[in-house]
Nanobody, 123 residues
Framework: QVQLVESGGGLVQAGGSLRLSCAAS????????MGWFRQAPGKEREFVAV????????YYTDSVEGRFTISRDNALNTVYLQMNTLKPEDTAVYYC????????????????WGQGTQVTVSS
């Protein structure tokens, strides 16, 4: 089992920044690729970004490419999502998730999930 706890969400104006954190416990953190997903009201949960086990490879959905940065610190068992130039359409609950395989973008492939953290971007 892997337990995941997100933090760092909040209310920010358009153009602002937030950094989300996801702290992991349980199994060996570096055995897992880590992803971020988000779910807006009335919409399906969608892929945002993923980072490989050691952090050398990343992949983003097109809508956040160049604005968001995913990173991880395996010594702290934590993955981050730095979000810059936020837009109202980034408003959602953000979830981190763990998967033994890097690069998958379907939420159905991820075995472990956090409880989510709310991000609200005002216009």
């Amino acid at each position: 089992q892997v337990q995941l706890v997100e933090s760092g969400g909040g209310l920010v104006q358009a153009g602002g920044s937030l950094r989300l954190s996801c702290a992991a416990s349980g199994r060996t953190f570096s055995d897992y690729a880590m992803g971020w997903f988000r779910q807006a009201p009335g919409k399906e949960r969608e892929f945002v970004a993923v980072i490989s086990w050691g952090g050398s490879n990343t992949y983003y959905t097109d809508s956040v490419e160049g604005r968001f940065t995913i990173s991880r610190d395996n010594a702290l068992n934590t993955v981050y999502l730095q979000m810059n130039t936020l837009k109202p359409e980034d408003t959602a609950v953000y979830y981190c998730a763990a998967d033994r395989t890097f690069g998958r973008v379907s939420r159905r492939d991820y075995a472990y999930w956090g409880q989510g953290t709310q991000v609200t971007v005002s216009s």
